[in-house]
């Protein structure tokens, strides 16, 4: 409290840390959940993974090590005023935010990696149509057309 000024503010220490481990707990699962069910699809259905999933699937393991490190946030004072905490707890605080952004931007450089992948995929399938049907002994307006429509069913 050594930086503390002035009145505390008002409402008293009211630690909201709790609330916000609980949204960010929920939004975890939920994020896990569509990774595994994607991953459970891709692997039970289609017998085809690709990079982009392997990509999306580090991307969550990686917002894994964000969960620790909101509740080392919660832990020293993420949630309560800045003038109800320590010193100490405010340096940790803060080390520990810092750790949590570097995460944070690994993870959503993994997770952009995992969309190019993604469309990546999307576009060579948009594009096999036309090698599939360049020898083929129909008008070039119908080989457009369905150059097109197998395009876009691709996306």
Known sequence: MDFAFGPPPPGGDKNRGSIILALDGLIFGISWTMVLMRLGVRTGITRNLGWDDATIFLAA??????????????????????????????KMLLKWDYLDWIQMFFTLVI???????SILT????????????WNVKIKIGSKVAIWLLMGFGVM
């Open 61 to 90: 393991l990686t917002n894994s090590v964000g969960l620790g490190f909101y509740v080392c946030l919660i832990l020293y004072g993420l949630g309560r005023h800045k003038y109800y905490l320590s010193d100490y707890d405010y």
């Open 111 to 117: 997770s952009k990696i995992s969309i190019f992948f």
């Open 122 to 133: 999307d576009f060579i399938g948009a594009g096999f149509p036309i090698l599939l049907l």
